[in-house]
């Protein structure tokens, strides 16, 4: 009987002990296929701007030369020591929790009257719709020529009716300037609003409103305790939605009152355009718009809370 060399049994032994190794099959292939659209998609619009955004923040960064010599954290604690950009950041968190929680309010009132209506809510919301499809520049002109001291609708509207006696320049002070300002975002988003109460009040199933009038519940306690709990969840969510939509005001400030009058109209994201397109300081810039995101993300945590909570809650 041939006698196998220790040499030899001593490497059989290793293979067997050495553990298989893992083959991807045609399955996870797929899997990764599918996958793929998605970690690109986030890498395009997520992670490369991200990186470009902190690289600008950490350097000497102009217009016309971004990615000059590091300088490490100075532009962010200037931006966070900046009382101009504080209160910019502060205009921005007010106007976007007013005008969400007044639109939502509107577009719920609105939804339920169409709701109310049936058949005539639907053609009625199609041209509620109307403003929603104009651009917002188009938005801004439209209410900067209404609201103009000369020639302007409402000045005259005003004039007829013996309110004023001599037009008024409602962009040239800034409690009457933020007022416009609102009520053009007011005018433009009010519908947007409308349309997801509208698609949330029309899914509640009908015998539940019929269940609670006949058990002798009037429009105010079906509204109160039938309506509202069943929709919290969606409305949590246009709030949050419209809320984002707020912080990104410019177009309106840019064409209204351009930061105006003063800097009483400036909020962050017109301070930043500002500060990157007329003083060309891109890397500050930067920065501000790094901490404008931080600031987003932690004011709009308590909105996020509370749609969980509804969507647990009233599930």
């Known amino acids: 009987m041939t006698s196998i060399p220790e040499a030899e049994r001593a490497g059989r032994g290793r293979l067997a002990a050495a553990p298989e190794k893992a083959s991807v099959s045609p399955r996870d ?12 998609s986030l890498i395009v619009t997520t992670v490369y701007p991200t990186i470009f955004l902190v690289s600008l923040a950490l350097t000497k960064s102009t ?37 969400a929680i007044v639109e939502l309010v509107i577009g719920f009132a609105l939804a339920s009257l169409f709701v109310a209506l049936l058949k005539a809510g639907r053609y009625l919301l199609t041209l509620v719709l109307l403003p929603l499809m104009t651009p917002p520049v188009m938005v801004g002109i439209a209410w900067k020529l209404i609201l103009a001291p000369s020639g302007g609708l409402l000045n005259g509207i005003l004039l007829s009716w013996g309110v004023i006696d001599q037009p008024m320049s409602f962009l040239a002070s800034p409690v009457p300037a933020w007022l416009s ?12 609003v409308t349309i997801l109460c509208f698609a949330a009040l029309v899914s509640l199933p009908d015998g539940v409103r019929e269940a609670a009038q006949i058990d002798g519940a009037g429009p105010w306690q079906r509204l109160r305790h039938v309506i509202l709990p069943l929709v919290a969840a969606p409305l949590a969510s246009i709030f949050l939605l419209k809320l984002i939509i707020g912080f990104k005001l410019f177009d309106l400030v840019y064409v209204l009152t351009f930061g105006g009058p003063g800097f009483t109209t400036t909020n962050a994201t017109f301070g930043i355009w500002r500060l990157a397109f007329e003083q060309f300081d891109v890397g500050r810039a930067a920065a501000q718009t790094l901490i404008f995101a931080i600031v987003i993300g932690i004011v709009t945590i308590p909105v996020v809370r509370l749609h969980k909570r509804a969507s647990e809650y009233y599930s």
Do not use: M, Y
């Not at 797929?30 to 970690?39: M, Q, T, Y």
């Open 181 to 192: 300002i609102g009520v053009a975002d007011l005018w433009q988003w009010v519908p947007f």
């Open 29 to 40: 292939w797929r899997n990764a296929l599918w996958v793929a659209p998605l970690v690109f």
């Open 63 to 99: 217009l016309g030369k971004p990615f000059g010599a590091f300088v490490g954290l100075k532009p962010i604690t200037r931006a966070l020591f900046d009382p101009n950009f504080h209160s910019a950041v502060l205009k921005s968190v007010l106007f976007a929790f007013s005008s």
